[in-house]
């Protein structure tokens, strides 16, 4: 005969009672014996937790996000000068460290975000960046992020294969110094903007080519977001020859094979 009878909690004291014996929650047996009602009452929680708090606080979160995605979008140069004055003297005034090159989303999620944790920084970054460039109005960003599997499930939904501007700039960097030169340019005008504390640094040459196959040197940059810019253009024109080359090589190789059974 099944002796095992009511358990319930009560709001006052928190007890479990067994047999009309009061137990405190963390005895073990009790767990053991009531076992679905223990899981029964957990998942209420876990719904009633899922649906109230946890989805309040995400749809908030969403719409922080989605403030930052409109205040990130496309503005004429004019309002955008006045966008980054404003953001500048905002970092300025809370103490962050300002990064004009930066991405105007990074921007601005840092000046909302403050001292968080950069990881998530860089995952919220990551979001409304993949967002922008699949043209998600803000007023539809929560059901976007929601329909991708949320916040995490769209940072992990990146290609295996995916390499940040960042890395892209750094392998291409490191390869440079095996690229072999081709050419040497030097003129008065670029000795005068040549500077010994620049020597063996990276720069940008902005040039005009012209009919005759030269190229006609216009402007000399040194910024660094430019050149990291450079790099990562590098990077992706040394992928596509590569993946050109090995395209000619197994096309070689499939016509071979295909020659061989014929022989």
């Known amino acids: 005969m099944n002796t095992l009878i009511n358990i319930e909690e009560t709001d006052t004291t928190n007890n479990v009672v067994l047999n009309d014996t009061p137990v405190t929650a963390g005895d073990k047996s009790c767990v053991a014996i009531a076992a679905t009602k223990f899981l029964t009452r957990m998942e209420t929680k876990r719904i009633t937790w899922e649906q109230g708090v946890y989805r309040t606080s995400n749809l908030d979160l969403y719409s922080v996000l989605a403030d930052c995605l409109l205040f990130s979008g496309e ?12 953001l500048e003297a905002f970092f300025k ?3 962050y460290r300002y990064k004009k090159d930066s991405h105007i989303i990074a921007r601005v999620v840092r000046a909302v975000f403050g001292n968080i944790d950069r990881r998530r920084i860089s995952t ?17 960003l929560a059901q976007w992020i929601e329909s991708g599997g949320g916040i995490q499930e769209i940072k992990l939904s990146r290609s295996a294969t995916f390499v940040s501007p960042t890395a892209k700039a750094a392998i291409a960097k490191s390869d440079f110094v095996n690229l072999p030169v081709l ?7 670029l000795t005068q903007l040549a500077d010994a504390g ?5 720069c940008v040459f902005i040039a005009e080519q012209l009919a005759d196959g030269s190229f006609a040197i216009r402007a000399l940059v040194r910024k660094e977001g430019a050149v990291n810019a450079a790099f990562a253009a590098l990077y992706s024109d040394i992928k596509s020859q590569q993946i050109s080359a090995k395209t000619e090589v197994d096309a070689a190789n499939d016509a071979d094979g295909a020659i061989a059974k014929q022989a």
């Open 93 to 95: 005034e809370r103490g």
């Open 75 to 86: 503005l004429t140069v004019a309002e955008s000068k006045q966008r980054s004055a404003a």
């Open 183 to 189: 050419a040497i340019a030097k003129s008065e005008q």
């Open 124 to 140: 919220y970054v990551l979001v409304l960046r993949q967002a922008q460039r699949s043209k998600v109005e803000a007023t539809q």
């Open 198 to 202: 620049f020597l063996g640094e990276e």
